[in-house]
């Protein structure tokens, strides 16, 4: 196993099996023809033609959009279709750049095929003069690698608020970090990808932070989404990611850009340039 063999195991797969999820000419999300024949009895919120889904031409507003796909939506969880419901509201639009069309589920969002986006947040501290980074056991009742080891802290970026603001929410939720600490974290960059998944395409951007934490600082879960926290050293790290699938696989991408960032993986590795071109989809 190597760094690259988790880059490779997430190939964008041929989007030309998809159909194209169009809104006033730009191509905002992919949809499985499976899922469109169910979607063929939403009539009054969509078109469509052999390749591409549309809007219902009734529906020209942000507000009238998301109303409509709301409806379908909630439909399909009812069904069974989608699980996992969030009540939280995704953007939707050609880039994460660009303004918004719409605003969908989080849950719909890998069927839909629309940018999903998130943060995810690398804390770390010394022990004895020596780096180490806390990770969290996700609880077994997350419909997404429920037992996987994930980023301190991690969760989606919905709608009505900043990143950063939505960063120190989920420090408090999730790792129970003061927000005077939490405040502190810088933003390092961000990782894309484009990969098809159980829950269907995921086209996700992650927005990366790091936090230096006070050597005394103990995390705890307070949401129900963690079972519980590990101080690893770099190298126990470096093990897991390289060497098995403990983590979430966007995780473990997280913990890749970090190696890289902090010089644990150096320029002369014959994979360097391929691992950091392949941390961002030139599409998203």
């Known amino acids: 196993m190597s760094f690259l063999d988790r880059i490779n195991a997430c190939k964008v797969p041929d989007l030309s099996n998809y159909f194209q999820f169009v809104v006033d000419g730009e191509v905002v999300g992919y949809v499985k023809p499976g899922l469109v024949e169910k979607l063929k009895d939403f009539h009054d919120t969509f078109t469509f033609t052999e390749s591409e889904i549309k809007f219902n031409c009734k529906l020209q507003s942000i507000k009238d959009r998301t109303r409509g796909i709301s409806e379908v939506t909630e439909s399909l969880m009812r069904s069974g279709v989608i699980s996992g419901w969030?009540?939280?509201k995704y953007k939707v639009a050609a880039a994460y750049s660009q303004p918004t069309l719409f605003e969908i589920e989080r849950a719909a969002v890998p069927l839909f095929g629309t940018i999903g986006c998130s943060v995810?947040?690398?804390?770390i501290t010394w022990r004895n003069g020596e780096l180490c980074m806390w990770v969290g056991r996700r609880s077994l009742s997350k419909p997404i690698g429920p037992g996987k080891l994930d980023q301190m802290v991690a969760g989606?970026?919905?709608t009505g608020i900043s990143v950063k603001d939505n960063l120190?929410?989920?420090c408090a939720e999730e790792a129970n970090i003061p927000?005077?600490?939490a405040t502190l974290s810088k933003s390092v960059g961000a990782i894309s990808y484009i990969v098809e998944q159980l829950e269907g395409l995921r086209r996700d951007v992650?927005?990366?932070?790091?936090?230096?934490l006070p050597e005394d600082f103990k995390p705890e879960n307070t949401d129900g989404e963690m079972e519980g926290f590990y101080l690893m050293t770099m190298d126990e790290i470096i093990s897991s990611v390289e060497e098995t699938n403990d983590f979430k696989f966007n995780c473990a991408f997280v913990i890749i850009d970090f190696l890289i960032r902090y010089g644990y993986i150096k320029p002369d590795n014959k994979d360097?340039?391929?691992l950091?071109?392949?941390?961002?989809s030139p599409n998203l």
Request: proline share 3%; hydrophobic share 35%.
């Open 86 to 88: 969030r009540g939280e």
């Open 120 to 123: 995810h947040m690398n804390g």
């Open 156 to 158: 989606g970026q919905p």
């Open 168 to 170: 120190i929410k989920e």
């Open 179 to 181: 927000s005077e600490i």
């Open 206 to 212: 992650i927005f990366v932070y790091d936090l230096i």
């Open 272 to 274: 360097y340039l391929n």
């Open 276 to 280: 950091v071109s392949g941390l961002h």
